[in-house]
């Protein structure tokens, strides 16, 4: 079978497993509840009755688990819902005990009150999900090892190759026009939308005041990290690495792209005799990278299986149908930029059939929807691009690197959409001026967030800042954002792709779509004389080599 079609698979299992077996499952009794703030819990003698005195040591510091209520039993008296609970004193807990009255391995029980705690899960779906976990982690780990290796190796050797300094000034200026141009669109999109459907309109104020409980404990932790963003100037300086060593080894991307740049443009300045062997070296590591990603994708399915199933499994079946409105706005506007935007400048640019773009895109959207990380499908969408499309080399280790960090179409169409989608549920007024301050501050959060899951969300609160609406306004569409983080990074390497396509074109390269197989590259032959990889690539391949 090919390996597109087992990925396909494992992320409809994982829908499936997530949505059935998951801690918000409809199938399984809802019998556990997670605490992130236990002080706020009072342990009743009986169903409105007085406190036993027990207070629960807080466990809101990073790396500390939430304490778990299990439900043994629920009771109405008066007007409120009470649950009978069980909670064990794991040897953390009583270390954070600060009277020292509580021992480990003691259970504790009681009554407490259901308002104001979060929603019950079910503890089987949140057991399974954790024996899930390290399988999806185990994936994500396995393809971000190979993203600094490659894209400086591929990078480097790209620049070194072009022999021409002003190329790079003139493929740097086509590919940052083109994002900011694809970037200021997606958000027009996405507040005209917002305007017109007005999703805000469709929440009832219980679901309002519900969700505001139930995640602006949350909220607030993601708006402190965005007030503690730097400023542009800060940002913008910061892309000049101090000690490249140092952004290697943490990953930087942006300061990664310029120190290889700028290693490729110096040693295209000295005689080809004293940079050949470094430049052969890097080309041989760039080559085995991707055969690494290969091999990687071999259990790409499990993988995704795993990953979806975690995210399908923990959004609630609930906050879905309160905030159905506003998910189905964003998936409409990433659909329509997709489609109009994308297909628009695939056509125009370079004269591909649209339908084999998608094609040549497909297992990057893929990979992007399971990991929710443009970065983390880096290597995945450099190899559709290549091989898929039969974009150089040169070309697809410039503009996708850079892609995978500033341009997040997907991201900016959300931020606008959800920007409207919160001062419409707090009934704020957006002027034009302020829907004006939207395309302009979320086009710097966009350029600002970094390719991982959930950044979208964090600068969302700059956005929100600028326009006066108080940013407590996230707690509202945070029980969705991971599954629209999943549609908008998906959106996001399209767009990257199709950046590529659009700089490939202009410079005169000859593309066209080729089948070709995730999980499996030739070998560079001899035959292809030293050239780029992606030269080697283009040979047309076989129908059962490919999928
Ligand atoms: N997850 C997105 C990406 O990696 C960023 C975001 O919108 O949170 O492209």
């Given at each position: ?33 997670e605490?992130t703030n ?22 809101h510091h990073p790396g500390v688990?939430p ?51 979060p ?92 969700l505001v409980a139930q995640y602006s404990g949350a909220a607030k932790q993601k708006t402190t990290w965005a007030a503690e963003q730097p ?80 995210v399908?499994?923990q959004s609630?079946?609930?906050v879905?149908?309160?905030l159905?409105?506003y998910?189905?706005?964003v ?41 929710s990380s ?34 997040m179409?997907?991201t900016a169409?959300y931020q606008?959409v959800a920007a409207?989608f919160i001062a419409?549920v707090f ?14 501050t979320a086009?710097l959060a966009s350029?600002g967030a970094a390719g991982v899951p959930g950044v979208g969300m964090i600068t969302l609160a700059l956005v929100l800042t600028s326009i006066g609406v108080p940013t407590v306004g996230v707690a509202l569409i945070l029980g969705v954002d991971r599954i629209l983080d999943m549609?908008r990074t ?58």
């Amino acid at each position: 079978m090919k390996i597109y079609t087992k990925i396909l698979i494992g992320m409809a299992v994982g829908v499936v497993v997530g949505f059935t077996l998951g801690p918000n499952s409809a199938l399984l009794t809802h019998d556990l509840i997670e605490v992130t703030n236990p002080a706020r819990v009072k342990l009743l003698d009986a169903p409105g009755g007085t406190s036993k005195g027990i207070a629960l040591p807080p466990s809101h510091h990073p790396g500390v688990p939430p304490i778990e209520l299990r439900i043994q039993e629920q009771r109405h008296a008066g007007k409120s819902l009470y649950y009978r609970v069980k909670i064990s004193v794991e040897k953390r807990l009583a270390l954070r005990d600060p009277n020292g009255r509580l021992k480990p391995g003691q259970e504790l029980e009681g009554w407490v009150k259901a308002d104001g705690l979060p929603a019950a899960m079910s503890a089987f779906g949140t057991q399974l999900v954790s024996w899930l976990d390290p399988i999806g982690r185990l994936f994500l780990k396995l393809i971000k090892m190979v993203i600094v290796p490659l894209v400086f190796a591929s990078l480097l050797v790209g620049v070194a190759s072009l022999g021409d300094v002003r190329k790079l000034g003139r493929l740097g200026g086509k590919t940052l026009g083109y994002f900011l141009l694809t970037t200021v669109l997606a958000i027009s999109i996405g507040l005209a939308l917002a305007n017109i459907i007005k999703p805000g309109n469709f929440v009832s104020p219980e679901d309002k005041e519900r969700l505001v409980a139930q995640y602006s404990g949350a909220a607030k932790q993601k708006t402190t990290w965005a007030a503690e963003q730097p400023s542009a100037v800060d940002n913008l300086l910061a892309i000049v690495p101090d000690n490249p060593m140092k952004s290697l080894a943490g990953g930087d991307m942006l300061q990664i792209i310029f120190f290889a740049g700028i290693l490729g443009i110096a040693l295209t300045l000295l005689p080809q005799d004293k940079t050949r062997g470094l430049v052969g070296g890097f080309e041989a590591i760039n080559d085995a990278m991707i055969v690494v990603v290969n091999g990687i994708m071999k259990v790409a399915p499990y993988g995704v299986l795993a990953l979806v199933a975690k995210v399908v499994g923990q959004s609630g079946v609930s906050v879905l149908k309160a905030l159905a409105i506003y998910s189905l706005t964003v998936m409409g506007g990433l659909v329509l930029h997709t489609v109009a935007v994308y297909t628009s400048a695939v056509r125009f640019f370079a004269k591909i059939k649209p339908v084999d773009f998608w094609k040549a895109a497909r297992p990057a959207q893929l990979i992007a929807f399971s990991t929710s990380s443009s970065s983390a499908t880096l290597p995945v969408t450099m190899d559709c691009a290549e091989r898929g499309l039969g974009v150089s080399n040169q070309i697809t280790s410039f503009v996708l690197p850079l892609g995978s960090t500033v341009n997040m179409d997907g991201t900016a169409l959300y931020q606008g959409v959800a920007a409207v989608f919160i001062a419409q549920v707090f009934n704020i007024h957006l002027t034009l001026g302020d829907q004006l301050n939207i395309v302009l501050t979320a086009t710097l959060a966009s350029i600002g967030a970094a390719g991982v899951p959930g950044v979208g969300m964090i600068t969302l609160a700059l956005v929100l800042t600028s326009i006066g609406v108080p940013t407590v306004g996230v707690a509202l569409i945070l029980g969705v954002d991971r599954i629209l983080d999943m549609f908008r990074t998906a959106v996001n390497v399209t767009g990257d792709l199709s950046a590529t396509v659009m700089v490939a074109a202009t410079e005169g390269e000859n593309l066209s779509y080729r089948e070709f197989s995730l999980d499996e590259r030739e070998r560079r032959s001899d035959e292809d004389g030293g050239a780029s990889s992606s030269d080697a690539d283009a040979a047309p391949r076989t129908k059962e080599d490919a999928s």
